[in-house]
T-cell receptor
């Protein structure tokens, strides 16, 4: 099976700063998504990362706060901008090889904002 | 948006016992997926269900896609210590406009007592 790598695996950041999280897959995938998992909670979809065009955001998430890039079929980034302690969460990249098929996850990026 | 009600929230069982958990929704889903998450890791896909009434097994795990499309259950037979973790159900509704992300249940925390 393919390998989904997220970097960094964890980070501690100062409030007001921004962090860019990378997701790299070792084979081309059709779909890439970003999820947030707040402490002790379930996963919530942030957005669909669209190749070569603007990401599609879910209700409650906006591009200014969570800019996303997807330059090709194997790579995407999520930036958490102007961070506050409320942004402390695990951020997860998910990929699918077909449209609306099985979704596989990276190991996540554990972010703590102080 | 759609919501998934997952129960039980936690289970304390003896090794060797069978486990059953389920997810229900007031909305219809077209796909049901079951994941297991261990500390510090991303969710790992256990079983994917695509048809109403479908019953699928993966080793000691069995899951079914409810005939109404509004529910799914996961059973684990003869539990072992490595089954410990948080189990999530996830559902997908096809919007018809392309890729659709997943809606997750709140998780079932499985604890096994030796």
């Amino acid at each position: 099976s393919a390998v989904i790598s997220q970097k960094p695996s964890r980070d501690i950041c100062q409030r007001g700063t921004s962090l860019t999280i990378q997701c790299q897959v070792d084979s081309q995938v059709t779909m890439m998504f970003w999820y947030r998992q707040q402490p002790g909670q379930s996963l919530t979809l942030i957005a669909t990362a669209n190749q070569g065009s603007e990401a599609t955001y879910e209700s409650g998430f906006v591009i200014d706060k969570f800019p996303i890039s997807r330059p090709n079929l194997t790579f995407s980034t999520l930036t958490v901008s102007n961070m506050s302690p409320e942004d402390s969460s695990i951020y997860l990249c998910s990929v699918e090889w077909g449209l609306n098929t099985e979704a596989f996850f990276g190991q996540g990026t554990r972010l703590t904002v102080v | 948006g759609q919501q998934l009600n997952q129960s039980p929230q936690s289970m304390f069982i003896q090794e060797g016992e069978d486990v059953s958990m389920n997810c229900t929704s007031s909305s219809i889903f077209n796909t049901w997926l079951w994941y297991k998450q261990e500390p510090g890791e991303g969710p790992v896909l256990l079983i994917a269900l695509y048809k109403a009434g479908e019953l699928t097994s993966n080793g000691r795990l069995t899951a079914q896609f409810g005939i109404t499309r509004k529910d799914s259950f996961l059973n684990i037979s003869a539990s072992i210590p490595s089954d410990v973790g948080i189990y999530f159900c996830a559902g997908r509704v096809y919007s018809g406009g392309g890729a659709d992300g997943l809606t997750f249940g709140k998780g079932t925390h499985l604890i096994i007592q030796p």
